[in-house]
């Protein structure tokens, strides 16, 4: 796509983690003669695999030129589009919805979006745009009338969507058709039998059953592929090389459904969404005593994967979440080779080792047949518990099935399958013997806890860890069964809980912009995003869009599988005899210690090769040999303070006398806790494109970094030119949030010091790369003593704080008190809220005042706390909510509520930024500024901004690009400041030409714009933020230019047995000074509240014992998803709090509310609480964050864990440690 300029669909993990590649496919099924229109992973679909397949892209559906489909316009319109790079692939997911279903509701749309990330917007609005094309609109629309808006305009959110006239009306009939040479191509066509030689593997494509047993007797290593959704993986991230691949997706007997006597036969390759289908249409039309597996197979179908994975996928994977619920049912598989076939049951037989079963390697697997549920008396229930609920794999499944004698609750027959617990899905056969015969009751529960318990056991290093976990699991799941099935019993109503629809409701309310104000001054206003009609479109440019160079060259990073080690020998041979690979450009150097051979972790980066395509690059840095003799590395922050690790300078800051304090308190509470780090995941990975100029040293560089002048800086060092030969532009970047800050260096330079040599050369990292090479947030280990009266009045507060440094210092002083240096990788902004443990005790009481100083003695002025405190907590009716939750944990044993209101309070401090402006004689402006777009929308504010000061419509201003040429010498786009700089620079730059203009405005008072720009104008801008200095020494001048605010009130669910958790609400108060843009604004706070959730809650990056980075990627690295916002979320722009601190009496707004989703952490703490007093436990307790599923249940101590009790610390070697 990308040869034919289709940049469109977006790469952002090439393992169909993301969702940014979505497109649809179309294709006609002859067997069935229908036309099928499907959602899937471009990333993970084979090109062979598209014969007689319509493929459509994001562009093939609108544009910003043409005219916009009503999808990419509503999306865009809601401002469900920030940096846009995900955009793309929601459009897709979304357009291949309403092409099969045109009016769908809120749960198609949940099912719709499994598959697809945000990083920006936490998803909100893009629900609120696309709820126009469902059935709940009416009911939105009462919702949002309830809540008052002041903003009567065109420009506002809710005239949007209240009025449906705003949008192009949805015609489902004037959709692009499949294309009729296809259609007769599929209709027509005999043989479909395929071959495609590539020069590594042969993709066979056989159309009859005979001709696949044939090719299989043949080639029994062939693998046979359907989706290629685990086949795709293993070649892409596991190097397996497999020469000849079979694809029965042609042949009509693995893709048929029959209905037989005993269940529904699916042939194997029928994809996971027809299966679920069918086995809907079933579960409607028969009795329910024959649909118990059925649903149950249904309610692992509805947690597998993401619906694009699901459109292709099929569920012959020895691995499979399905297993155990096939297994529990003794599905019925036939296999099948040249000579025959043979019926066999999934029972424990079946799978013989790690990804191995029965199947002999010439035999397929043919047909799989789920059974009815026989009788009345038979009850089937399937589990599945991962760490986040949508698009995850599985900590733990299971299912279980029990038939009891007739007219009885003696069990007659028991099964319960557990995938998770072993290498292969088991049975627990000797719980299940023990309890036959037994009565449905206590006492039965007993004996399964106990036998399940000794049986059900793993070894304390097992992969993937979470050993207490998993075994309670298995206790807990049974439990779960044990009420449902007793409820049957009783002929009550069934468990599992009705399938909830999330933000149902979400008001939010915007400023007033005051009576009289011009509509073409759009400051103030809630103006969309500029580009993100561009970005629903696919236009937008990103960096790794702009074409191809003739003859560039892409480089691929040769890094460290080491944390700590000596480079013994590189052999480099292997990859320069590879093809494509330029000679003699396979070299190393270490980027952090030149000097000497040591690497400091994995991911290190030792040199680069240089090849004609990608695919030749990254093979040929795979074969690149090295030799290591190991060190002992530091991975862990108690490692670093037990070997005196730190970086320097350690700072402490002291104000008043703790030691009195600590004296007057009545109570003094000491603890520790941990806060684990984060990964940006900006959906966009680092890219560079070096083009050397071939004078006199120039390059110029497109980059997606938040730094221009940092990047143009060290490649001119790195090539050895002054820094007026280096021109760095930016376009726009797919998120940075920080983490583009100054990593992106260590690309750009290697980059540029290639293409110097050569010719241009490119590289976009793979996911995997990125998060390896470029580190992420840092954890922090704290340990502290506070004082405190009965009153809960805080006296004294002692509190040291260890940041994980990684391997170099990088921005890590700027974060952290104690920064620990460690073999792993380095950490950047955004900065991390380091006052957890303080809040958790302390509330109202202990808020600051007006007029107080902070330990940094800087004295609070013109403070809004106390007033979004006292506001929030009437938004969200926090008394009522307590007093409802307080009943409802009374109600509920297995369940519990949890409620907590946070405030946060962030300083904001950066120095200087440029502007120019040039107004052209035509009366148009080119607008450039040092801030870098990375969906934050600050090129929108500064549009706003030049067209306030210049008098004129928006539409006459423009921005290009961000680059080194135009304004030199910027600060990074960082620190949420960049509104405030770069926003006073432009109102600088377009004050001087409003002043050079005043002759010819007077000389021609009622003459246009265009009059009086008849001359040529352009004008710097600068501004620097006064006052700013502290010295750490005295503890004196001013860190901070202002301070912003807000509260957040979060309520939560969570599941005691499970440890799963349901964000029921959540109430945000924020005060952004008069907003300048509060749709941007607004969608900067639910962004960054997202992002917090993450961080508190669902986000773990897991390390080896030896420093190796285990989560690299979407599928083991979760960050929130559509179905993890919370069921209501209200936000609410303080009103009336100007700030005479920033440019037009706004506030900064990027990073201060990601730390008030430890709200929804601290909730999560109160419920646990609950749970914990249930069991007799009181008092305080450590939850290191985040607060995931196997934290929770773990902490939700009862009868369960105690059956299951940690190995001893130190008698074993963990799968991941905490660092
Ligand atoms: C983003 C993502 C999310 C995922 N989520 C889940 C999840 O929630 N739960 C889960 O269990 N898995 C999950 N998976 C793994 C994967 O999707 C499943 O294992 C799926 O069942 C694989 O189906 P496929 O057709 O795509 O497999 P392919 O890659 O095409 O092949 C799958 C395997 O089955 C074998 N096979 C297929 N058909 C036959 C046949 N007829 N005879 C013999 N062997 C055959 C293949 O040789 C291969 O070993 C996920 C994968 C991704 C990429
Ligand atoms: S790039 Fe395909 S799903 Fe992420
Ligand atoms: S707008 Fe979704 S990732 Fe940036």
């Known amino acids: 796509m990308f040869s034919v300029g289709l940049t469109g669909t977006k790469l952002g993990c090439a393992e169909g983690g993301c969702g940014a590649c979505t497109v649809m496919l179309s294709r006609f099924q002859t067997h069935t003669q229908q036309l099928l229109h499907y959602a899937v992973n471009a990333c993970l679909a084979p090109l062979c695999s598209l014969h007689l397949v319509a493929v459509t892209t994001v562009e093939g559906i609108g544009s910003v030129a043409r005219k916009l489909h009503p ?172 020469p000849v691949i079979l694809a029965p997706s042609f042949i009509p007997e693995l893709n048929s459904v029959t209905h037989t006597e005993d269940g529904v036969v699916f042939g194997a390759a029928c994809t996971l969404s027809h299966m679920g289908a069918v086995l809907r249409q079933a579960v409607e039309t028969l009795p329910p005593h024959q649909t118990e597996v059925f649903l149950a197979v249904l309610e692992q179908l509805r947690w597998f994967a993401g619906q694009q994975i699901r459109n292709v996928a099929v569920s012959p994977s020895p691995i499979s979440d399905l297993n155990p619920v096939f297994m529990a049912a003794g599905c019925k598989l036939t296999l099948m080779d040249k000579d025959g076939s043979r019926v066999v049951q999934m029972d424990d037989s079946f799978f013989t080792g790690y990804r191995r079963t029965v199947l002999r390697p010439q035999e397929i697997l043919v047909s799989i047949e789920i059974p009815y549920s026989q009788k009345v008396e038979t009850f089937v229930s399937a589990f599945k518990q991962s760490p986040r609920r949508e698009d ?428 620990t240096e460690t073999h792993t990788t ?117 549009v706003q901004i030049a067209s306030r000061v210049l008098g004129i419509p928006y539409s006459k201003i423009h921005i290009s690009e961000t680059s080194t040429n135009t304004v030199p010498n910027t600060s990074p786009t960082a620190a949420s400041a960049s509104s405030d700089l770069n926003g006073a620079a432009v109102q600088n730059a377009c004050e001087i030409l409003m002043k050079r203009l005043e002759p010819y405005k007077n000389k021609n008072p009622k003459g246009s714009w265009e009059d009086w720009v008849s001359i040529s104008l352009s004008a710097n801008g600068f501004y620097k933020t006064p006052d700013l200095g502290y010295d750490f020494d005295s503890n004196s001048g001013r860190v901070f230019n202002y301070f912003s605010y807000g509260v957040a009130c979060s309520e939560v669910e969570i599941d005691c047995l499970t440890g799963a958790h349901k964000n029921l609400s959540t109430t945000i108060v924020m005060d952004v000074g008069h907003s300048l843009n509060p749709a941007i604004d607004i969608g900067q706070v639910e962004g960054a509240f997202m992002q917090g959730l993450g961080l508190f809650t669902l986000e773990e990056l897991h390390y080896s014992p030896r420093g190796v980075l285990l989560t690299r990627g979407p599928g083991s690295y979760k960050i929130p998803a559509f179905g993890d916002i919370p069921t209501t979320l209200t936000v609410s722009l303080l009103r009336d709090a100007p700030n005479d601190k920033a440019i037009f009496a706004s506030k900064a707004v990027g990073e201060p509310p990601l730390f008030l989703a430890s709200s929804v952490f601290f909730a999560i703490k109160d419920a646990i609480s609950a749970a914990r007093a249930e069991s007799g436990i009181k008092g305080p307790f450590r939850l290191d964050s985040p607060a995931s599923a196997e934290r929770i249940r773990n902490a939700c101590t009862d009868r369960f864990t105690k059956l299951c009790p940690p190995a001893e610390p130190g008698s074993f070697t963990p799968w991941s440690v905490q660092v």
């Open 392 to 819: 995850d794999i599985s900590i733990v499944t299971a299912a279980m099935s029990v038939t009891f004698t007739p007219g009885s609750n003696v069990v007659e027959d028991l099964r319960l399958s557990y995938g998770g617990m072993a290498a292969t899905t088991v049975l627990a056969k000797r719980t299940a013997n023990r309890l036959r015969g037994r009565c449905w009751g206590e006492e039965l529960l007993q004996e399964a806890c106990s036998t399940l318990a000794e049986e059900m056991t793993l070894d304390p290093s097992v992969p993937g860890g979470m050993v207490t976990y998993r075994r309670t699991l298995t206790l807990s799941l049974f439990y779960k069964f044990y009420l449902t099935v007793l409820q049957k019993l009783r002929q009550q109503m069934f468990l599992i809980k009705p399938k909830g629809s999330y933000s149902v409701i979400s008001p939010f309310l915007l400023q007033a912009v005051p009576k009289g104000r011009s509509q073409d001054d759009v400051l103030g206003r809630p103006m969309m995003h500029l580009s993100a009609m561009k970005q629903a479109t696919g236009e937008a440019v990103y960096c790794d869009d702009v074409p191809l160079y003739e003859n560039e060259l892409y480089l691929s990073l040769i890094t460290s599988s080491k944390a700590h080690a000596r480079i013994i020998s590189v052999d480099t041979s292997a990859a320069e005899r590879l093809p494509g690979v330029v000679c003699d450009s396979v070299s190393f150097r270490l980027m952090t210690c030149p000097s000497s051979l040591q690497v400091t972790c994995v991911g290190h980066i030792i040199g680069a090769v240089v090849a004609d395509t990608q695919l030749h690059a990254q093979r040929a840095a795979k074969a690149v040999k090295i030799q290591y003799e190991e060190l002992q590395p530091v991975v862990t922050i108690q490692e670093a303070i037990a070997a005196q690790s730190f970086y320097q300078p350690i700072r402490t800051i002291q104000k008043g006398d703790p030691e009195a304090g600590f004296k007057q308190a009545d109570h003094v509470l000491e603890g520790e806790m941990h806060i684990g780090g984060q990964e940006h995941f900006y959906l966009e990975t680092n890219a560079t494109l070096a083009v050397p100029r071939g004078e006199d040293g120039e390059m110029e560089l497109f980059v997606s970094t938040q730094s221009a002048s940092k990047t143009q800086s060290l490649v001119a060092k790195a090539l050895g030119v002054p820094a007026n030969r280096v021109v760095v532009r930016v376009k726009r970047m797919g998120g940075g949030f920080g983490g583009k800050e100054s990593r992106t260096t260590v690309l750009s330079t290697v980059v540029a010091v290639a293409a110097n040599k050569y010719r241009p050369v490119r590289c976009m990292l793979d996911r995997d790369e990125d998060m390896l090479i470029t580190g992420g947030r840092h954890p922090f280990y704290g340990k502290y003593k506070v004082g405190f009266l009965n009153s809960g009045k805080v006296m004294a507060l002692d509190v040291s704080y260890y940041s994980n440094a990684g391997n170099s210092m990088d921005l890590s002083l700027s974060v952290s008190i104690f920064t």
């Open 826 to 942: 380095w950490r950047t902004f955004v900065a991390k809220p380091i006052s957890v443990s303080i809040f958790l005790q302390v509330r109202r009481l202990n808020l600051y005042m007006e007029g107080d100083s902070t330990p940094y003695n800087q004295i609070l002025d013109q403070f809004t706390l106390d007033r979004c405190w006292d506001e929030c907590l009437s938004r969200s009716e926090y008394q009522q909510r307590r007093a409802a939750i307080d009943l409802y944990n009374r109600q509920n044993r297995w369940t519990k509520r949890g409620l907590a209101i946070v405030p946060t309070k962030f300083g904001i401090s950066f120095t200087a930024a440029g502007a120019l402006v040039h107004i052209y004689t035509d009366g148009s402006v080119l607008l450039t500024h040092g801030g870098t777009e990375m969906g934050q929308g600050l090129h929108t504010k500064m």
């Open 71 to 242: 999808v990419q316009e509503r999306i865009a319109k809601a401002h469900g589009s920030q940096c846009g790079f995900c955009t793309p692939g929601i459009v897709m997911s979304m357009y291949a919805l309403l092409r099969n279903n045109p009016t769908p509701k809120m749960a198609d749309m949940e099912e719709a979006f499994q598959g697809n990330l945000c990083r920006c917007t936490g998803y909100r609005p893009i629900l609120e745009g696309y709820k126009t094309f469902t059935v709940v609109r009416q009911i939105y629309k009462h919702t949002v009338k309830t809540h008052s808006c002041q903003n009567t305009h065109s420009h506002c959110i809710f005239f949007f969507l209240q009025d449906g006239g705003y949008f192009a009306p949805f015609d489902p009939t004037q959709e692009v058709i499949f294309p009729p040479e296809l259609m007769s191509l599929s209709k027509g066509q005999r043989s479909r039998s395929l071959c495609f030689r590539g020069d590594r593997a042969t993709w066979l494509q056989p159309d009859t059953l005979e001709e696949i047993l044939r090719l299989k007797w043949k080639h029994p290593d062939a693998r046979v592929v359907v989706g290629n959704t685990e086949v795709g993986i293993e070649v892409k991230f596991k190097n397996m090389v497999y």
